[in-house]
């Protein structure tokens, strides 16, 4: 009866956004809104020419080119990502701390009380609490199986191990975009970077003499887009790390029960 109504558990929370295109989308429109009429407005400049000297570092950047606003909606992407996965991973943790949860699951087990240990992961809910309301229905079951103690040891860590794969997904998805952002922002900025520096060499090759304004224009535009992409990598590499170290504390707690459950398994059980 308990493992029947602990199934529903596993669809309550925050599953993620799983067509991530469409916040792409969103991102590199703001990221193009944001450089069009923030950094384009004509108070950053001189005169209030786009083609003129820039007063601020927001006329500045807008210099740029059209490069930036591509490393503006790369940026826009990964908070966005960052934002979504916060709040998937949050609700994958469960309602309360995992560690304690994980400590007072463990007690249960070594004490022998499967009920109390089931009571604990409908409280907690999350990712962590749908394994191992798994591995206890897997539990339940082995003990009463006409089966040699081996395989039931091993059907219970399969079962563990198939809950976390259905689990993983969740707290994974759209992680491979947050990392395919922390090389595009540095190639982007390293193409934004090559056009500039070819308006550059094109100004120095003009007439045999140097047009200052179109140097410094491209030498301009070479540097605000490698500052920007290596912002936007920055940003990305530590989002990745973050919410990796977050998942890696996840399956950490679940290998640990699983653990726990399986040896006091063959304790409670050592002539099944």
Same mark, same amino acid.
């Not at 759209?174 to 190639?187: K, Q």
């Given at each position: @009866?308990?493992?029947?109504?602990?199934?529903?558990?596993?669809?309550?929370?925050? /599953?993620?956004?799983?067509?991530?295109?469409?916040?792409?989308?969103?991102?590199?429109?703001?990221?193009?809104?944001?450089?069009?009429?923030? +950094?384009?407005?004509?108070?950053?400049?001189?005169?209030?020419?786009?083609?003129?000297?820039?007063?601020?570092? +927001?006329? =500045?950047?807008?210099?740029?080119?059209?490069?930036?606003?591509?490393?503006?909606?790369? #940026?826009?992407?990964?908070?966005? @990502? !960052?934002?979504?996965?916060?709040?998937?991973?949050?609700?994958?943790?469960?309602?309360?701390?995992?560690?304690?949860?994980?400590?007072?699951?463990?007690?249960?087990?070594?004490?022998?009380?499967?009920?109390? %240990?089931?009571?604990?992961?409908?409280? /907690? /809910?999350?990712?962590?609490a749908n394994v191992v309301l798994a591995d206890l229905r897997s539990y339940r079951k082995m003990e009463t199986a006409p089966i040699k103690m081996k395989e039931k040891v091993l059907t219970i860590q399969n079962a563990h191990d198939e809950a976390t794969a259905l689990e993983m997904p969740t707290m994974t998805m759209? +992680?491979?975009?947050?990392?395919?952002?922390? =090389? #595009?922002?540095? +190639?982007?900025? #390293?193409?934004?970077?090559?056009?500039? @520096?070819?308006?550059?060499?094109?100004?120095? %090759?003009?007439?045999?003499?140097?047009?200052?304004?179109?140097? !410094?224009?491209?030498? !301009?535009?070479? #540097?605000?887009?490698?500052?920007?992409?290596?912002?936007?990598?920055?940003?990305?590499?530590?989002?990745?790390?973050?919410?990796?170290?977050?998942?890696?504390?996840?399956?950490?707690?679940?290998?640990?029960?699983?653990?726990?459950?399986?040896?006091?398994?063959?304790?409670?059980?050592?002539?099944?």
């Amino acid at each position: @009866m308990a493992t029947t109504k602990a199934a529903p558990k596993k669809k309550q929370g925050f /599953q993620g956004v799983r067509h991530a295109f469409i916040i792409i989308v969103i991102a590199f429109i703001v990221g193009w809104a944001f450089y069009n009429y923030i +950094l384009g407005d004509p108070a950053n400049f001189a005169n209030g020419d786009h083609a003129g000297h820039p007063l601020n570092m +927001l006329g =500045t950047i807008y210099k740029g080119g059209w490069v930036v606003p591509i490393i503006f909606g790369l #940026l826009c992407t990964v908070i966005a @990502m !960052s934002v979504e996965r916060t709040i998937a991973i949050s609700a994958c943790s469960g309602k309360g701390n995992v560690g304690k949860f994980a400590e007072d699951v463990k007690a249960a087990l070594k004490n022998g009380d499967i009920d109390k %240990a089931e009571e604990l992961c409908n409280k /907690q /809910q999350g990712s962590v609490a749908n394994v191992v309301l798994a591995d206890l229905r897997s539990y339940r079951k082995m003990e009463t199986a006409p089966i040699k103690m081996k395989e039931k040891v091993l059907t219970i860590q399969n079962a563990h191990d198939e809950a976390t794969a259905l689990e993983m997904p969740t707290m994974t998805m759209n +992680l491979p975009i947050i990392a395919t952002i922390v =090389t #595009l922002g540095t +190639l982007t900025a #390293l193409f934004g970077t090559v056009l500039g @520096m070819i308006r550059s060499f094109a100004a120095l %090759a003009a007439g045999g003499g140097a047009d200052s304004m179109a140097l !410094s224009t491209g030498i !301009s535009e070479a #540097l605000v887009n490698t500052a920007s992409g290596i912002a936007t990598s920055w940003v990305s590499v530590v989002a990745y790390n973050y919410f990796t170290n977050k998942i890696d504390k996840l399956t950490f707690a679940m290998d640990e029960i699983g653990y726990t459950l399986v040896h006091t398994f063959e304790e409670k059980h050592p002539e099944a």
